[in-house]
């Protein structure tokens, strides 16, 4: 089996106007779809960041891929990266806005193709993804149910509006109704909020409120993107320490290394073991031993997009495991190609700890690409389907419908910061830390 082509289409799917330190989703996110097509007459799917970098990045591999047999992903992977100097180059998520980094061209780039030719080697033997890594240690991957703060407007423009089915969520009631919404639909058991918005002191009372409204036996995280000082972070930890522990944890707080292990360090010693998570200070297999022998970071977030995809997810899992260290996942706006893909990754994960993060309950039917409609959640999670490859199947109408959504909208990359400034506040800037 060779592949004979490679096939990307940029699509534009609408996306509220949510808020995060980052400042505010654009009207549109921007996803590719990629397609590797075979002499057998097979299609491989995959599905990764969008706009002109990562469309430029997958084309500049067009001449290795095209030719190739999808079972040689080793070497696909040492060619795609003879000239980074180390490992350390392939950084995604650092403070830039996720999937904008150019550094990290590499491992996002891979992923995608990798996926792709997974999705067609389990076609080819009849297999799912995740039978191919050596099989599942799940039937069923949990997800979290991913609170964002938020403007009024369920996303998209015109035509191609959609239903504000959450309405504006600016304080600790309204978060607590859409995460009652969110729960009812998906049956989500851990909860996730989106943070770095508000004055601290909100946050705190809109976890509190969490805590009271959904009780203990839903784990809490709260990810502010790096949004606050160190002091601010103990200062949340310490208000907190009851509402995060026991299954919940803290995301990313504050910046760097250093300062996660300084927060580390100052909770441990007020007897508060509340864990750190991060996939901001940890992005690449070089931060893990890092991160570890500070004791900055307990809980690494994987993310087969931009860890080099779903085998170096499993290879992360083994490291955290080894390393004594959890293991959680990261997600960004996306449809039902990549949520299969992050459902494989899962099941063939032994050391994943909590609940995914997931963006798409933020996603609508008008926007989803994959066969018979939105992906279907059992109590918060999703089922590996009996399908072989991914499972699902490119909708090749709603397809064209994503590309020509692109084809209208002026902007090829996500910018957070400009749409602050065009619609909440002309003078707003990412400042870290903002607390
Ligand atoms: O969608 O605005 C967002 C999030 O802030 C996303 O970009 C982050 O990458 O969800 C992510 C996270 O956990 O940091
Ligand atoms: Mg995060």
Same mark, same amino acid.
């Given at each position: 089996?060779?592949?004979?082509? %490679?096939?990307?289409?940029?699509?534009? @799917?609408?996306?509220?106007?949510?808020?995060?330190? &980052? *400042?505010?989703?654009?009207?549109?996110?921007?996803?590719?779809?990629?397609?590797?097509?075979?002499?057998?007459? /097979?299609?491989?799917?995959?599905? =990764? &960041?969008?706009?002109?970098?990562?469309?430029?990045?997958?084309?500049?591999?067009?001449?290795?891929?095209?030719?190739?047999?999808?079972?040689?992903?080793?070497?696909?992977?040492?060619?795609?990266?003879?000239?980074?100097p180390s490992r350390q180059g392939d950084r995604s998520q650092t403070y830039l806005v996720p999937g904008e980094n150019p550094l990290d061209r590499?491992?996002? =780039?891979?992923?995608?193709?990798?996926?792709?030719?997974?999705?067609?080697?389990?076609?080819?033997? *009849?297999?799912?993804?995740?039978?191919?890594?050596?099989?599942?240690?799940?039937?069923?991957?949990?997800?979290?149910?991913?609170?964002?703060?938020?403007?009024?407007?369920?996303?998209?423009?015109?035509?191609?509006?959609?239903?504000?089915? &959450?309405?504006?969520?600016?304080?600790?009631?309204?978060?607590?109704?859409?995460?009652?919404?969110?729960?009812?639909?998906?049956?989500?058991?851990?909860?996730?909020?989106?943070?770095?918005?508000?004055?601290?002191?909100?946050?705190?009372?809109?976890?509190?409120?969490?805590?009271?409204?959904?009780?203990?036996?839903?784990?809490?995280? @709260?990810?502010?993107?790096?949004?606050?000082?160190?002091?601010?972070?103990? %200062?949340?930890?310490?208000?907190?320490?009851?509402?995060?522990?026991?299954?919940?944890? /803290?995301?990313?707080?504050?910046?760097? /290394?250093?300062?996660?292990?300084?927060?580390?360090?100052?909770?441990?010693?007020?007897?508060?073991?509340?864990?750190?998570?991060?996939?901001?200070?940890?992005?690449?297999?070089?931060?893990?031993?890092?991160?570890?022998?500070?004791?900055?970071?307990?809980?690494? /977030?994987?993310?087969?997009?931009?860890?080099?995809?779903?085998?170096?997810?499993? &290879?992360?899992?083994?490291?955290?495991?080894?390393?004594?260290?959890?293991?959680?996942?990261?997600?960004?706006?996306?449809?039902?190609?990549?949520?299969?893909?992050?459902?494989?990754?899962?099941?063939?994960?032994?050391?994943? =700890?909590?609940?995914?993060?997931?963006?798409?309950?933020?996603?609508?039917?008008?926007?989803?690409?994959?066969?018979?409609?939105? @992906?279907?959640?059992?109590?918060?999670?999703?089922?590996?389907?009996?399908?072989? *490859?991914?499972?699902?199947? %490119?909708?090749?109408?709603?397809?064209?419908?994503?590309?020509?959504?692109?084809?209208?909208?002026?902007?090829?990359?996500?910018?957070?910061?400009?749409?602050?400034?065009?619609?909440?506040?002309?003078?707003?800037?990412?400042?870290?830390?903002?607390?």
């Amino acid at each position: 089996m060779r592949i004979s082509d %490679l096939i990307l289409h940029p699509i534009a @799917i609408a996306d509220p106007p949510l808020r995060s330190s &980052y *400042g505010l989703h654009a009207p549109f996110a921007l996803r590719t779809v990629v397609e590797l097509k075979t002499d057998s007459g /097979l299609t491989g799917i995959a599905e =990764t &960041y969008g706009g002109d970098g990562p469309v430029a990045a997958l084309e500049s591999v067009r001449p290795q891929v095209v030719g190739m047999d999808p079972f040689q992903l080793s070497s696909l992977f040492r060619a795609m990266t003879a000239d980074v100097p180390s490992r350390q180059g392939d950084r995604s998520q650092t403070y830039l806005v996720p999937g904008e980094n150019p550094l990290d061209r590499h491992t996002r =780039t891979f992923a995608a193709i990798e996926i792709a030719c997974l999705d067609l080697i389990g076609k080819a033997v *009849g297999k799912p993804v995740c039978d191919l890594l050596g099989g599942r240690v799940r039937d069923c991957v949990s997800f979290s149910a991913y609170l964002f703060y938020k403007h009024g407007g369920g996303g998209g423009i015109g035509e191609d509006a959609r239903e504000d089915e &959450y309405g504006e969520v600016l304080d600790a009631a309204a978060a607590v109704r859409e995460c009652r919404q969110m729960i009812a639909r998906y049956g989500f058991r851990e909860i996730k909020l989106k943070g770095g918005v508000l004055p601290p002191e909100v946050e705190i009372e809109t976890i509190r409120a969490l805590r009271r409204e959904f009780g203990a036996a839903y784990p809490l995280r @709260i990810d502010p993107n790096c949004a606050w000082s160190v002091e601010t972070s103990v %200062l949340v930890g310490r208000a907190l320490k009851d509402e995060l522990s026991g299954g919940g944890y /803290l995301e990313d707080p504050c910046a760097t /290394l250093e300062g996660m292990g300084e927060v580390r360090r100052r909770l441990l010693n007020e007897s508060n073991e509340t864990p750190l998570a991060s996939n901001v200070a940890v992005t690449c297999f070089d931060d893990v031993p890092a991160a570890q022998a500070r004791d900055a970071v307990q809980i690494v /977030l994987s993310d087969p997009h931009y860890w080099g995809g779903v085998r170096n997810m499993q &290879y992360l899992s083994h490291l955290t495991e080894v390393l004594g260290m959890g293991m959680s996942m990261h997600s960004n706006s996306h449809l039902g190609v990549s949520l299969m893909a992050m459902t494989h990754a899962a099941a063939a994960c032994s050391n994943l =700890t909590y609940a995914c993060d997931t963006h798409y309950p933020w996603q609508t039917e008008r926007d989803e690409v994959v066969t018979g409609g939105r @992906i279907h959640f059992d109590n918060g999670g999703v089922r590996i389907p009996a399908q072989p *490859g991914l499972g699902v199947e %490119l909708d090749y109408d709603q397809l064209a419908r994503g590309r020509e959504r692109y084809s209208k909208i002026p902007y090829r990359k996500r910018d957070d910061e400009a749409e602050m400034q065009k619609h909440v506040d002309p003078n707003w800037k990412r400042i870290l830390p903002r607390w």
